[in-house]
């Protein structure tokens, strides 16, 4: 990818070697196969060994856990170079790293941390994130899920999740439920539970036109019993699950990135080899206009990410700072998508090419993990001090 | 086993390449570098002899200036403990004037085992592990597609045409990698963090004199564009005239 602002002059060397063993990767083991799996509706399972070998599940947590202890940043160019290949393939490390590990980490006991963090990093261990439900999805304090404490300390769990990404392939799922019978969302609780347990089920959701290659499914709980060890000790409130939102929206600023840099580099090459009136495409003012566009926004999403991450390592970063740049990014790749779709012509609607298919996906990401107008609300909050949610 | 790998920077051979102003070399603007694919099968057959003979040691070397030290450090970053830059401003087109400065430091390094690539992208040549061989005074097996390791002695399979042979040599030897052997892994997010760490050292290398240069280079001729004579049945008889007579295939 065409480097315009010099861009890597502000990484170290160490974040560029990391950058490159993912592209590599992604170049070898994920494009040849990832239009084929799209089409299929099929999330490639057969690349996650590599990619636990290759260190990215948790890689931003420490190497107490068997994690890589990456900088942020890092961790930032993982999610870009995954989402080149495709947003489901980086979903599903954003899942297992920011949404499952992550809750483990910050809101789990030290017996919790030891057991699942070393065997995820390895995904030995796959996890899913339950908060959306059927009727609560921008509005997750309304959530109806609830697990009751049995006299002896353990639990039972009531209730379902919908739209979980990995829910069917998953080993445990990070679900977030109400406790005790109190409707409040100072109530809800972090709950590991595995996905054998009786009473437990996972639906694939059929019929997406978006992240077709990506697992997603729909959760129900009936009558769960759960020991009296599954629930995350540190999590309180809808605060907890919202703080690893935050975690997995901040990569999710930089995927967006990747999947616009692909969009970007396939609309330019097209460009220069594709002959109209004699000439290639690359040379006519509109198309130029395209292209132009494309990389300024791309660059300005790549500053602002950079930025973040550096705020993030200095531990000062602001989760409304998250949502500007979740919100801008995903934006910014969604526009870019569809208009190098539209350069590439005709050929731009094949699964062989893979503008579409990022477009497609984009609109996923637009809406999971805050939509872009709820992103828009957080943000007017912090500039008004008044919420327009309440 | 001690195993020392010699390994290259090249540029990636998938580049669009121009050839410099000088018309001897290529224009290097724009091109990016990494550890020749030959030579990092090559480390990756001494991670894993290494690893499946247990405690041993890989130590890399590369003949060049301080931009090769990006890629001791990923060869560092896939597994090797340790790296030595034989240090020069450029790396001389002579093989032999590259063995002479391998040779002079592998031969007090007590390795048991020095790999090569079987040759390296850019020059295509293959003088420089042969070359090592026999100045260092070694067995030399090249183009190994298969090699295994035990009771001191040495078992490696090369491809023929049409057929194979396997060979057997006494340790110490030098091997040359063929590709295919192994897949070289990726660096993992780990081993490029411990990489950092590893010790990497700097020496002059004390290159032999430089005999054979390169004069010139040239690119192949551009394509003529294809051209079509027509469709099905009825264009055979023009293809086979064609191809006769202006191809002159046939
Ligand atoms: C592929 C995919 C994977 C997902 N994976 C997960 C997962 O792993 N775990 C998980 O818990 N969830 C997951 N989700 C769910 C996702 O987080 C929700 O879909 C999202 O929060 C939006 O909720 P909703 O779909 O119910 O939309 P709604 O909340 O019903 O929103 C509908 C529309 O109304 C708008 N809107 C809502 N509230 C307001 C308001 N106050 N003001 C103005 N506009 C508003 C929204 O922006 C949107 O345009 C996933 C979703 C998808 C599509």
Known sequence: MLDFYNIDSLLSEEECAIRDSVRQFVDERVLPIIGKCFVDGRFPKEIIPEMAELGVFGANLPEEYGCAGLSNVAYGLINQELERGDSGVRSFASVQSSLAMYPIYAFGSDEQKQKYLPRMAKAEVIGCFGLTEPDYGSNPSGMITMAREHKDGTWILNGGKMWITNGSTAHIAVVWAKTNGDTSDKSIRGFIVPTDSTGFQAKDQKGKLSLRASDTSELVFQDVELPADAILPRSGGLKSPLMCLTQARYGISWGAIGAAMACFEEALEYAKNRIMFDRPIAGFQIQQERLADMLTEIVKAQLVSLHLGRLKDAGTFTPQQVSLAKRNNVSMATDVAREARRLLGANGILAEYASMRHMENLESVYTYEGTHDVHSLVLGQAITGLSAFK | ?250
């Open chain 2, 1 to 250: 086993m001690k195993i020392a790998v010699c390994i290259k920077r090249t540029p990636d051979s998938e580049s669009r390449f121009k050839i410099a102003a000088s018309s001897a070399a290529i224009d290097e603007a724009g091109l990016k570098f990494d550890i020749d694919d030959f030579a990092s099968y090559a480390v990756e057959v001494a991670l894993q002899l290494n690893e499946k003979q247990g405690p041993g040691e890989t130590v890399v070397y590369a003949v060049g200036p301080d931009v090769v030290q990006e890629t001791l450090r990923k060869a560092m970053s896939m597994g090797a403990d340790r790296a030595v830059q034989l240090k020069t401003d450029a790396v001389p087109y002579d093989g032999l004037a590259v063995a002479k400065a391998l040779a002079a430091e592998l031969e007090s390094g007590g390795y048991d085992l020095v790999l090569f690539g079987k040759h390296a992208f850019d020059t295509s040549a293959g003088i420089v592990g042969t070359a090592t061989a026999e100045l260092l005074g070694v067995p030399c097996v090249t183009a190994a597609s298969k090699l295994d390791i035990a009771g001191g002695k040495g078992t490696a399979r090369r491809e023929l045409e049409g057929a194979a042979e396997i060979v057997e040599f006494p340790l110490p030897a030098v091997v040359t990698i063929d590709e295919g052997i192994a897949r070289p892994r990726y660096p993992s997010l780990k081993g490029i963090m411990a990489a950092k760490k590893k010790p990497l050292e700097t020496k002059p290398a004390q290159l032999g004199p430089v005999r054979v240069t390169v004069k010139s280079m040239e690119l192949p001729a551009e394509r003529a564009p294809g051209r079509i004579i027509g469709e099905g049945a009825a264009a055979v008889p023009e293809l086979v005239r064609l191809l006769q007579t202006e191809a002159k295939v046939l």
